[in-house]
């Protein structure tokens, strides 16, 4: 590494979150390395005439901010209407949007509408087949909702899917009827992914969302992804766009696919997790065990609070994730499932002990998204399994005053806990799982740090975390659930000069005011991807 540096960053709160949580005055950054880390003085012998020298005054510089759980293609959603609170307030707003755009455009056009949320809709309900068929006739009408675990569809969309009136619930999902037996446009979970996989956006509106998601996740400051919905199709996407210069961000990612067989069919080309470079590298192996937190579909021991006839949706039995966890363990991949309910993580927890039993690995790193709904003794199994748990802090704010209508008070007091895994020594990292709620970081950092949902009421407060601690969730421990702590996730020499610029001092603000913070500049491999004018 050359002793000039081409940057220097200096008169602020560098916080480099290595291991002695060290808090300094300047950063020196020379190629795409962190050249140097310490007081402004420290910066004397390596700023040349050609070092451009920034002055933080007073602001924070912290690592690149790396979300864990997020989903690049969905970015495409934004083709469509955009149906997410405020900009939708009812289902009047709803309809009256999808007539205009039946409106305009000839009939038989795809409609596409993403983001509502019948919680917060004035209804607080779905819209119906019949309602969608009222305003537009002569149109496929598909409306996601936010999770992306369901949707809603008018009987063009119905038709084009090739879904008849009698046709039976696919294993893992729920054809949803009205009160005489009729579709009434509601799928949830697998039934809602026959119906997506019916109305594919072509590879050019998924590559130019891509690319436009990009540009948006810079500017939170947000340096690496987890891609953690990616079948293999998108792979030579994400290929095409870091070869063009078009994708700036580091992208791990995970194999998925509707079925397990088709992610068996990905271990057969021998491409193990860890393949690949510093910018485009193969993640774990995924496997969807059940639904929404906010929908609700997630799979819970006890029936939800909203609905006693119901606890969810799990995908597979035991032996089948049993069998699937084993042979990827065996192969070398690290593996992770999505698993929100109590009962789904215990589900998955149970096949990696198992797995790990048959063929033990000591740095596997097994891992598990969301992992939302935890009690002591699962919480102590994954401590003891040194499993991963990635989870969304941001939910609380989105979804939690729902959560209390669909789990009760006792569960949402065990929800996206954070300050148990850090008593027990779990290592856990955090993400948006954008598009389903903000990218922002510092959101997701207020929320572990503050624990309140966006009415104000505060969501079991014993498990708050610091501030250092929540930056560690986003940076260090995102690194260390992708095996590259050594080369990112903190700022020190050597490591990769990936990191944001905050607007004010994250560690002296009011911990109420977290969220306002913004990112005044993203650095990425030693460039300046995003810088406010």
């Not at 081409?6 to 709160?13: E, L, P, R, S």
């Not at 950063?27 to 390395?33: K, Q």
């Not at 009136?165 to 294993?171: N, T």
């Not at 992804?225 to 994400?238: I, K, M, N």
Request: proline share 5%.
């Amino acid at each position: 590494m050359r002793e000039t540096a081409d940057y220097v960053f200096k008169n602020g709160q560098v916080v480099t979150v290595d291991a002695d949580a060290l808090v300094t005055e300047a950063v020196a950054v020379a190629d795409n390395r962190i050249l140097r880390v310490g007081p402004d003085d420290a910066m004397a012998d390596v700023t040349g005439p050609d070092t451009r020298v920034i002055d933080l005054r007073g602001r924070s510089v912290v690592p690149g901010f790396i979300d864990s759980h997020i989903h690049l293609a969905m970015g495409v959603q934004d083709l469509g209407l955009n149906l997410r609170y405020p900009h939708v307030k009812s289902l009047d707003d709803i309809l009256e949007m999808v007539r205009r755009a039946a409106a305009d455009s000839p009939p038989g056009t795809l409609i596409r509408g993403w983001g509502y949320d019948q919680n917060r809709l004035a209804e607080k309900r779905h819209p119906t087949r019949d309602e969608l068929d009222a305003v537009a006739p002569d149109h496929p009408v598909v409306l996601i909702r936010t999770c992306e675990h369901m949707s809603v569809h008018n009987s063009r969309s119905l038709e084009m899917a090739g879904v008849r009136e009698d046709e039976p619930d696919p294993s893992g999902g729920q054809i949803c009827r009205d009160d005489r037996g009729r579709i009434n446009g509601l799928m949830k979970e697998l039934a809602h992914v026959r119906m997506i996989r019916s109305a594919p956006f072509t590879d050019e509106e998924i590559y130019e969302g891509l690319v436009a998601f990009d540009r948006t996740l810079c500017r939170y400051g947000i340096t690496s992804v987890h891609d953690v919905g990616a079948d293999r199709p998108l792979l030579p996407l994400f290929h095409k766009a870091q070869r063009s210069r078009r994708l700036n961000l580091r992208v791990y990612v995970g194999i998925y696919g509707d079925t397990l067989d088709y992610v068996r069919d990905f271990m057969k080309s021998g491409v193990l997790t860890g393949f690949g470079n510093r910018r485009l590298k193969i993640g774990p192996l995924k496997a969807m065990l059940d639904g929404s937190s906010s929908g609700p579909s997630s799979a819970t021991r006890a029936p939800y609070t909203s609905d006693p006839t119901d606890s969810g949706i799990l995908y597979f039995d035991q032996e089948e994730i049993d069998a699937f966890v084993d042979e990827a363990n065996r192969l070398g991949y690290q593996v992770t499932a999505h698993a929100v309910g109590d009962r789904a993580v215990e589900q998955i927890v149970d096949a990696i002990e198992k797995a790990l039993k048959a063929y033990p690995r000591k740095d596997h790193r097994h891992r598990i998204e969301h992992c939302a709904i935890v009690d002591d003794a699962l919480l102590e199994r994954i401590r003891a399994l040194g499993i991963v748990p990635v989870g969304q802090p941001v939910f609380l704010y989105e979804f939690g005053d729902a959560y209390r209508v669909h789990y009760g008070e006792e569960r949402l007091d065990r929800m996206f806990v954070g300050r148990s895994y850090l008593d027990r020594g779990i290592i856990a990292a955090a993400s948006s799982d954008c598009p389903v709620t903000s990218p922002d970081p510092l959101l997701g950092i207020h929320l572990a740090v503050n624990r309140v949902t966006q009415s104000g009421r505060t969501v079991s407060q014993h498990e708050r975390v610091g501030v250092m601690d929540a930056l560690r969730l986003y940076t260090i421990n995102g690194a260390y659930a992708s095996f590259e702590e050594d080369i990112k996730g903190s700022l020190e020499p050597g490591k990769l000069a990936d990191l944001a610029v905050l607007s004010a001092p994250i560690l002296d603000c009011d911990p109420g005011q977290i969220k306002d913070i913004e990112v005044d500049a993203t650095m990425i491999d030693g460039v300046l991807v995003h810088e406010t004018t």
